[in-house]
């Protein structure tokens, strides 16, 4: 039996304030996050290169070892920006395979539900609406790039010592960096896909396309162009860019001559993607359609 | 009372055609009908008033809030029920409600709390915590009607909130309107076009016709001014009879012999013109209200050509 009074009554109570409500977003969203077994199966396998990592950070100062390395008093390995370079490029792929899983079921459901009014007849804006949708995978792809890498640092410092840690601080900033940019690029190519395809299969497959297509591209101007342009059409070639810039590990060639793209032509080129894909959300993301 | 809606040379271009055409006008009843056949604008103005189209020129208030330069301060304050299928078929009722509470500010117990309180008021407290897709269509447009009035708005916007429900949803849905109108605590604006729903449920009605609006009307008005209007069917000589009906101040035409129309002064009640008739032997054989219905007042003003603005 009901045990509320069947009238309508008004709500005079207190409201929350309005820049948190994106927050509600991000609850919904990642309660839905563990209920495929395959993606909580995605979600643990994506820890599994950070642990081996750190596995090989603390042997390689383990004494105990020390004996039987090859090259006594050198580390088993060396953990520098290279060893931080390919860590950012392992769970950036990570990342990338987790967006294609996630990304559609963000936008999509609403669409297809005609739900968007619902949201956007409240006092909740459509930039609210996309930073809530957003900060799903910007949680969920920060758990498995710059926190694992960030704890990998610090533990590869207290391994080290201070002097290691201060010398080698930038290399934890390039992390963070490097893992931010790469979130904010696909968590807005995955929103862009989810809105503009409803189908939520299509959706995951147009996300991975992007990627391939950008992949093929590069690929195919290589080849017939001889030109290291392509690159620029290449996301994932951008990032790796990026992430070299950042750890210090891009090549010049001696002579100073410029072979291909810059890092600044790569930055563009991100922004531009990013840039892309928020008019293609701004255009889908509204209350009604206008039909012309 | 201070205005519901107040439409200031409101027009609106979509899609390159100008859908809206200088509405000018002040509504303050506590349910107002939208009414207007297919592409009049109805759907068009409700849009307008939530912010979702931009107004081309003028502007409109809703509760003393301007929709160009507060519209989240409308927002905050308004309920909406669309028209469309506009849920999450993946998410139960109750969760579903309380995520729109939520996102209209209330606080997670208090949404929580509000989310039982409309799913129960609606009807729907006992299949709440199955997932909306599993809803048939009257329950689902109870549960749309739940989402809207569950951060207790001032203002319901119901866009054709009876479609494609059968009878007994529908009059289950009337009344819903009706108790939370009879609530004095929140105004709707409904728009439909079914004139039974507005006629039964409406104290205004705004007519719209290629984006004007064409007629206005109170209808609690015109209702008592019906009420003043008698037809009358008598049996035996009535020249007297309307002489002295005519002396107390009550207009007469005479249709046939035996046939009359009447309209009563103020201060004479029908127990008078009983009393006049049997004071002179007069049978009434019959006596009916004047009946305009709606239906009468929608067929009149979308048959005029020239709109009012």
Avoid at chain 1, 100 to 114: H, R
Wanted: proline share 4%.
């Amino acid at each position: 039996m009901a045990v509320h009074k069947r009238t309508y009554r008004g709500y005079s109570g207190g409201l929350t304030p309005a820049w948190s409500r994106f927050l509600i977003l991000y609850r919904q969203g990642s309660r839905g996050l563990f209920r495929s077994r395959f993606l909580t199966i995605f979600l643990v396998a994506c820890f599994f290169p950070p642990l081996v990592m750190i596995l090989a950070a603390y042997l390689s100062h383990n004494a105990i070892l020390q004996p039987f390395l090859k090259a006594p008093n050198k580390p088993l390995i060396s953990i520098d920006a290279s060893f931080f370079l390919l860590f950012l490029q392992i769970q950036g792929a990570f990342a990338y395979v987790l967006t294609a899983f996630l990304g559609p079921g963000l936008i999509a459901p609403d669409l297809s539900n005609g739900a968007l009014p619902l949201y956007l007849c409240r006092p909740f804006s459509r930039t609210e609406y996309i930073l809530g949708k957003m900060s799903v995978l910007f949680v969920a792809l920060s758990e498995i790039t710059w926190i694992p890498g960030l704890i990998l640092f610090f533990i590869e410092a207290s391994l080290d010592g201070s002097k290691w840690m201060w010398d080698n601080l930038w290399i934890a900033g390039a992390v963070v960096a490097g893992s931010l940019i790469w979130i904010l690029v696909l968590s807005l190519i995955a929103l862009a896909m989810s809105a503009w395809v409803r189908w939520r299969l299509a959706a995951g497959a147009l996300i991975l396309g992007v990627f391939f297509i950008g992949a093929g591209l590069h690929g195919a101007i290589a080849g017939i162009l001889r030109s290291d342009y392509g690159v620029l059409v290449n996301p994932v070639a951008l990032i790796v860019m990026v992430y070299k810039d950042l750890l210090g590990l891009l090549t010049v060639s001696t002579s100073g001559a410029q072979l291909g793209p810059s890092i600044e032509d790569a930055c563009v080129a991100l922004a531009a993607m990013c840039g892309i894909c928020l008019i293609l959300l701004a255009r889908k993301i509204r209350a009604v359609q206008v039909v012309k | 009372m201070m205005p519901v809606v107040e439409l200031q040379n409101l027009s609106v271009r979509l899609g390159g055609r100008q859908v809206l055409q200088e509405l000018t006008g002040t509504l303050s009843g506590r349910t107002i009908g939208l009414l207007g056949p297919n592409g009049a604008g109805k759907s068009t103005l409700i849009n307008t008033l939530l912010g979702f189209y931009p107004p081309a020129s003028g502007t409109a208030r809703v509760l003393g809030h301007d929709i160009r330069s507060e519209i989240q301060k409308v927002r905050a304050q308004v309920g909406f029920m669309p028209e469309n299928d506009a849920l999450i078929a993946n998410m139960t009722a109750v969760s579903f409600v309380r995520m729109m509470a939520e996102l209209s500010g209330l606080p997670r117990s208090a949404a929580l709390e509000r989310a039982h309180e409309a799913l129960f008021y609606v009807g729907l407290g006992e299949a709440r915590y199955r997932q909306l897709g599993t809803y048939s269509l009257g329950m689902r447009q109870l549960a749309k009607l739940a989402q809207a009035i569950v951060h207790g708005p001032k203002l319901l916007i119901l866009d054709e909130p009876t479609n494609g429900l059968d009878p007994p949803a529908r009059q289950r849905m009337i009344r819903l309107v009706q108790e939370m109108q009879e609530s004095g605590e929140l105004h709707i604006i409904l728009c439909s076009h079914l004139l039974r729903d507005v006629e039964e449920s409406c104290e205004e009605v705004l007519i719209l016709k290629e984006g004007r609006i064409v007629h206005y009307s109170n209808l609690e008005e015109e209702r008592r001014a019906n009420r003043r209007f008698l037809e009358l069917e008598t049996q035996g000589a009535n020249g007297d009879f309307v002489s002295a009906a005519e002396r107390l101040g009550c207009e007469c035409a005479i249709l046939a012999e035996q046939r009359m129309k009447m309209i009563l002064a103020d201060g004479i009640e029908i127990r008078d013109i009983y009393r006049l008739a049997g004071e002179r032997n007069i049978q009434i054989r019959r006596l009916n209200f004047r009946r305009d219905s709606l239906e009468d007042i929608f067929l009149k003003a979308v048959g005029t050509s020239n709109g009012r603005s």
